[in-house]
């Protein structure tokens, strides 16, 4: 609702009016953005970006903000980059021109950074959507049709197992990388949930062995292979096509529809050709995050159409074997407490030697 309020507000500036306004940082990455941030690049002069990304602004908000300063003539000269510091001030950091602010001409995604940053740079490749469905998780609360008030998210788990309570229930804030930190169990089978709940999904979907995949900051991903843990909304599943052969319903179709550029049959024979835990193993490494960079620009939160566009490489057997293999010795390093970081960087090498 914050685009319409700034265009509005750079109508109705003078000549060489300034406009500015304290708005969420997905103004300069998200697709909804990029008609406002074409026509200022084109029509006006941006005179300076303070990045707040990363620093709580507003005590109950999720989202980081940036602060635009826009002037009402013709663009020239370089932008400010300023950023937001340890002691509350904000200092400039950089300069850019407006060209060079632009990380692509097809999205018109900003890039605040010094980093060179581009989508296209493995334009060849499949990407992860290629291989998996890619779905946010339950919402775990009352429909608010069906079951207005009948009952909250905490009215549904419990932190000890019974005959209710009878599924492993985790959220984002449950998970690093390969490791599950806190497990509780969710109400199951009864007549509130699933049935009753704001967006249950649909029950298969936590049936198969799973990428889980946080939605803040830097990716930590883990693989559920057989406790089927059910999650909420704070996070992302990715499940192989070939694991929801057969399985057809509403969530499904539209996705295929909307985000996929190949008919399921083909992703599902993709999906065969990569391993759970090589994805695992690329996901969680050094390049994971640049190649986030290239999605999101500097976003702090995940959204399901950076997940489905990382590029995905799919070498040889034996080189997805050995990315798999440190994957899986690093998973079980971390549920014993032992030092990997040996793995770690050997993983990350492997990875990076990928994509060159």
Request: with cysteine; glycine share 4%.
């Amino acid at each position: 609702m914050y685009i319409p309020f700034m265009e509005l507000g750079l109508q109705l500036l003078c000549h060489n009016g300034v406009f500015s306004m304290i708005v969420p940082y997905p103004l300069t990455n998200q697709k909804y953005g990029k008609k406002l941030r074409k026509m200022i690049a084109e029509e006006y002069r941006l005179l300076e970006i303070a990045d707040l990304n990363g620093t709580k602004i507003f005590e109950n908000a999720t989202v980081s903000n940036c602060i635009p300063f826009i002037r009402n003539c013709q663009p020239e000269d370089k932008l400010r980059i300023s950023k937001i510091f340890e002691d509350k001030t904000i200092r400039e950091v950089l300069r850019k021109t407006p060209e060079s602010l632009k990380q692509d001409e097809r999205n018109y995604v900003w890039n605040l950074t010094g980093e060179k940053r581009t989508r296209n740079r493995f334009a060849n490749m499949n990407v992860l959507g290629d291989f998996c469905y890619i779905s946010v998780g339950m919402v775990v609360n009352a429909d608010e049709k069906n079951a207005q008030g009948a009952f909250k998210k905490e009215d549904l788990i419990s932190d000890t197992y019974d005959s209710i309570h009878c599924r492993k229930y985790i959220e984002a804030k449950d998970i690093d990388k390969y490791q599950v930190k806190r497990v509780r169990y969710l109400e199951w089978d009864t007549e509130r949930c699933p049935n009753q709940l704001r967006r249950p999904t649909f029950r298969e979907l936590y049936d198969c062995p799973k990428l889980l995949i946080n939605r803040l900051g830097v990716l930590k991903v883990y693989l559920d292979i057989d406790t089927h843990y059910l999650h909420s909304d704070s996070m992302f599943c990715a499940v192989l096509w070939k694991d929801l052969k057969g399985i057809n319903n509403k969530s499904i179709s539209s996705s295929i529809k909307k985000f996929c550029k190949h008919n399921r049959v083909d992703m599902e024979v993709l999906s065969g050709e990569v391993d759970l835990y090589y994805l695992l193993g690329i996901l969680n490494s050094s390049m994971a995050d640049q190649l986030l960079a290239d999605q999101r620009g500097g976003d702090y939160h995940i959204y399901p159409e950076h997940i489905r566009n990382l590029p995905i490489p799919v070498p040889q057997k034996e080189v997805q074997g050995s990315i798999g293999i440190i994957a899986k010795e690093i998973l079980y390093r971390r549920e014993t407490n032992t030092n990997y970081s040996e793995l770690e960087e050997q993983l990350n090498g492997l990875v990076a030697a990928l994509y060159q």
